[in-house]
């Protein structure tokens, strides 16, 4: 298969997995997490229960969308020490790397926001996936920096990048025109970088 049909096919792939997200989020947010169904879904989003589950397996992940990934050609350089050698630059690199390759639906935040406000319960297993995130990038850090590094520490460092994500979030929702999510999050890591400077 030609390189460009595969991307063809990818392309067609990533929006139908956001207009299953954004059917998703809307159900939610109209009926309630328990007041709609799966069927329901394949309905509005015009495909088969079959198809839809090839997608998705189940409502969460329809809601929340896929857990991030990051590239695996900037995670290997990410571990081999670079790109720059310096831990938080280049955690910050790898993770714009992630908000390049997924799509991380900016313009569905604002209605995100609300679904979530509404369901506390989406809450804690947006928590949950975010600790098994959390965990693996610890895992990275101590394999690039060495045990001796400290997974506490490491884990301090993943928790004070993801709280900067949330702020470049919180950025993009209020204002959906303004820069990229990459840019509002390196953004907020030189104003941290220089508040705690």
Do not use: C
Not at 42 to 64: H, M, Q, W
Not at 102 to 120: E, I, R
Not at 133 to 155: N, Q
């Amino acid at each position: 298969m030609s390189e460009s049909a595969i991307s063809l096919r990818e392309a067609k792939k990533a929006q139908t997995l956001r207009r299953i997200r954004q059917q998703a989020l809307e159900l939610t947010r109209d009926r309630g997490l328990e007041g709609w169904t799966m069927d329901d879904l394949a309905e509005l989003v015009e495909v088969s229960r079959r198809t839809l589950f090839n997608y998705v397996p189940g409502k969460i992940d329809a809601i929340l969308g896929e857990p991030p990934a990051f590239p695996d050609d900037a995670l290997a350089v990410f571990r081999a020490g670079g790109p720059t050698g310096r831990l938080v630059d280049d955690m910050t690199v790898l993770a714009v790397a992630m908000f390049e390759r997924d799509d991380f639906g900016a313009d569905l935040l604002p209605l995100a926001k609300q679904v979530f406000a509404a369901t506390p319960r989406l809450i804690l297993i947006a928590h949950e996936r975010f600790e098994v995130v959390a965990a693996e990038m610890v895992g990275h850090i101590l394999e690039r920096e060495g045990e001796s590094y400290g997974s506490d520490r490491a884990l301090l460092a993943v928790r004070v990048l993801a709280a900067l994500f949330d702020v470049a979030t919180y950025a993009l929702a209020a204002d959906p025109d303004g820069p990229p999510l990459a840019e509002r999050f390196e953004e907020a890591v030189d104003q941290a970088r220089a508040l705690l400077t």
